[in-house]
Every structure is written in C-alpha cells, then in structure tokens.
C-alpha cells in the first residue's frame, strides 16, 4: 500500500512511516561521492563555523568552495551571517574542510538533518571536528569576547526525547548507546591552552559547559537563571546534534564558544541580546579565534 507523502518545512519529502524518516545511508554516500567527484582535496579535518565566524574560512589557501545549494541532498543556510557555503582548502598544510554557516533546529529543519553534513564528513574520511558558535555568557565571570572552550554539553532538548540519533540505528555509522562522557577531546583542550599562553591574551581561555537551547528567542531571565543554576557556563542555539552524531560515528571533536553577549540574570538590568550584537563580537573576535584554530590545527 503506498503511504501518503507529506512536505516538512525543510524540503525533505518523507513517507508517513517512521523507518523512512530520515536519510538513508545512500543519500550520505551521494554526496559523499558527489564532492570526491568535484574536488581533488581529501580533508582530515572539518571545522562547522559558527554565526559570525565564518571569517575562519578565508584563511584556507588553494581553496575551492561549493554553495550548499549545488551539493546534492545538502540543507540550505536561512541565517544571516552564515554564508551557504562548503569550502575545500589547506590551512597550517592540513586538509581542511569548513562549513560556512550550519543549520539550526529553529529553521524548521529536524535534527538529524541539521546534523547531516557530520555523516558526509565521516564518508570523506574526516578523523577530527572543530565546532565554533556564538553563545550567551551565563557564568558571570565571563565578559563579551570571551572564548569558552566547551569541556562538555547539556543536551536540553535531548533529555527529553529531541535527539539527531532517534530512529532505526543505522550499524555502518556508530553503536545504539554512544558514551558521551567523552564527547569534546582532553587532548585537543590542553593543547588550546598552551597555544593560548603563547598568543598571550589579555583574558584566560575560559573552559565550561555548553547548553543548548531550541531558539529562536533568546531566553527569559528566568530561563537564565535556570540554566545557570543546571551547570551552564554559556548557552547557544547550535552544536550538540553536530557533536551527538559526530561521535557517533567516531570523529574526534574540539569545540568553543565565543561568548557575544552576557546573559542577563538580574531583573534591574538593561542589556537586551540581539543578532547584530552577536555578529559585531564575532567580527572583533575573529583575529584571536583564528589564530587559535590554526595553531591547534597544525598540531593534528
Ligand atoms: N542565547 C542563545 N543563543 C545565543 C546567545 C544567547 O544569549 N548569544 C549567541 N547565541
């Protein structure tokens, strides 16, 4: 009996089964095999850039960028200060390979769709992820420009339920039950922190926990304070599906925060977060995080 078809929000024509509601493994591998076929560059590491940091992609040499729109089955970036493009290139003499903007669970995409291009990157062959967001400062010690290096993550959504990897496990990428004990990578931490001294910055590299929320709206003070009082040390809208599926499947992640915007926890105060505030951090920030990325990438 045919099922009848429906049409999400994201473009993605699914079946009214549950075993057919997300890509199948062969939708991965087209496009996996879809870039191999285009490009001559073969990544070991790909870094997803977070809003307003897109700037990380510039500095990769010889590179050779796709808009999302011509790569098949990929989503389509719908927010300003993502830039809609995958970009091939060498940075520090590494393979690299960066996403110009991501997709959020707030664009109407689901999570495993948001946390698609994770899989592609796994059938190129990718053995590390760099993850970069913007994020809302909760621990009060954290000022704007504050770089936040994500030691571990609260899934918010996922605790009850909204999780990338929800449906039939699919063996060839990962196990049922994936540890995420170990999700963001001792190593790769202790290195950004040596590589930190020697850039001597003004302010420490901060290291904390990551809270994702589902946004678009930026939080209630109450909300604020609730995530504080979890164990957050900075919220964002981004990242844990990307990380889930990422270690699902084996890749080693590295990730950080640039804190834009302190979160607001007190009703006598003013501040109101924004976009544009988001992006400006972003821009002022840039030189450091580069810097940053491209020493810890010369160490892989
Ligand atoms: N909340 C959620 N996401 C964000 C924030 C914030 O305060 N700042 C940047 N991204």
Redo the contacts with the bound molecule.
Sequence with gaps: MLLPTLVFQDSVRVRCCPRHWRFKYEDYKETAEWLLSHTKYRPEIAVICG?GLGGLADKLTQFQAFDYNEIPNFPQSTVPGHAGKLVFGYLNDKCCVMMQGRFHSYEGYSLWKVAFPVRVFRLLDVHTLIVT????GLNPKYEVGDVMLIRDHINLAGLSGQNPLRGPNDDRFGERFPPMSDAYDRILRQKAHSIWKQMEQERPLQEGTYVM?G?PN??TIAECRFLHKLGADA???STVPEVIVARHCGIRVFGFSLI??K?VLDYESQEI?NHEE?LEAGRLAAEKLEGLVCKLVATM
Excluded: D, I, L, P
């Design positions: 809003s967001n913007a994020a809302g929320v946004g930026f939080e919220v964002g809208m834009t915007n979160s977060a988001v």
